[in-house]
């Protein structure tokens, strides 16, 4: 497509005015069997396009006289400096006007959402091309963050092409993985993401994203191609998810990175401290002070994010870290 042809495509004028209107401008002016036959239309077609060049200020005809529909009519073409100069404004103001619509039709997308009990919260979608409509929409449409939890089938080297935008868009995009299906080859490729910080946790209890802490889409089944999903809309429930998502974080290990995150020390400490050991005895058995023992505790407990000893002994027995 030449130069000149691509810039004035987005103009809005209809089908085969462009290449009409450039071959008037070359020809300074032209009949219209001359234009019809530059540009392999016929006389009625070529025509039509001259009168809505000629409406919209980009021709003019050369001999006023001439009735509608004469080949043999002359036509000359407008400075396109001051014609099109007007169009692009007439454009710019229309593309204003429809921005301008745009809270009024999101208003009635959300009327016609709600029921009698005011805006339902969520809307359950029943087949897959819906669940996969509505995700790409959520990636499509997040400014700041997404928080995603992710199961098998993984598929290494395969990321998508609307998580991609997403990432170069500059959203923070956090991942929770599944540990099942998760191959050395796809953990890599997932730590190698620019921008993508993913965690491996053992409980993810669906496939799901959280776009903006406003909307999300959790999946209802545990099939490949999900089927069966529900679109969230800020609510109790959503904010409920957050804090799912956010505590999950909190206990999940980065791929890639020690299971535990605890150096030599502090295992040695938790496997002590399972087994039912006092501060003093296991500061004995490791030759250590006890006061080190408490801190190490301490750092434990928070890691564990346990609210007792015996609790934090449970919880490392569970994740096995002893």
Not at 64 to 70: F, K, M, R, S, Y
Not at 78 to 103: F, I, N, Y
Not at 207 to 225: F, K, M, N, S
Not at 244 to 259: M, Q, Y
Request: proline fraction near 4%.
């Amino acid at each position: 497509m030449p130069r000149e042809l691509s810039a004035l495509s987005g103009l809005g004028m209809p089908d085969g005015t462009e290449a009409l209107y450039l071959a008037l401008l070359n020809r300074g002016t032209a009949t219209t069997s001359d234009l019809a036959r530059d540009t392999g239309r016929t006389i009625e077609s070529t025509t039509t396009l001259l009168d809505w060049l000629r409406a919209n200020g980009l021709a003019l005809r050369a001999n006023v006289l001439a009735t509608a529909g004469d080949s043999g009519a002359g036509w000359s073409a407008a400075d396109p400096d001051r014609a099109l100069r007007a169009l692009v404004l007439k454009h710019e103001t229309e593309l204003l006007q429809v921005r301008g619509s745009l809270p009024h039709l999101h208003e009635a997308y959300r009327r016609s959402r709600r029921t009698d009990h005011g805006e339902r919260p969520f809307d359950q979608l029943d087949a897959w091309e819906d669940v996969g409509h509505r995700y790409h929409q959520l990636l499509r449409d997040a400014r700041d963050e997404i928080l995603m939890w992710d199961t098998a089938p993984y598929v290494a080297g395969e990321t998508g092409s609307m998580e991609k935008q997403t990432l170069q868009r500059g959203v923070t995009f956090r991942q929770l993985c599944d540990p099942d299906g998760l191959t050395p080859e796809v953990s890599a490729q997932r730590a190698s993401i620019g921008g993508l910080q993913a965690r491996i946790h053992p409980d993810l209890p669906f496939r799901g994203a959280i776009a903006d802490r406003t909307t999300a889409v959790i999946t209802l089944d545990h099939e490949p191609q999900n089927a069966k999903a529900l679109h969230l809309r800020s609510s109790p429930l959503l904010d409920g998810l957050v804090m799912l998502f956010e505590t999950s974080w909190s206990r999940a290990v980065p791929i890639g990175g020690d299971p535990t995150g605890l150096n030599e020390e502090e295992r040695e400490v938790m496997t002590l401290l399972a087994a039912g050991m006092k501060d003093e005895a296991i500061a004995r058995q490791l030759g250590i002070t006890t006061r080190t023992v408490r801190r190490r505790v301490q750092h434990l407990l928070a890691a564990l994010q346990a609210k007792s000893r015996f609790h934090a002994g449970v919880e490392a027995t569970r994740r096995g870290w002893v």
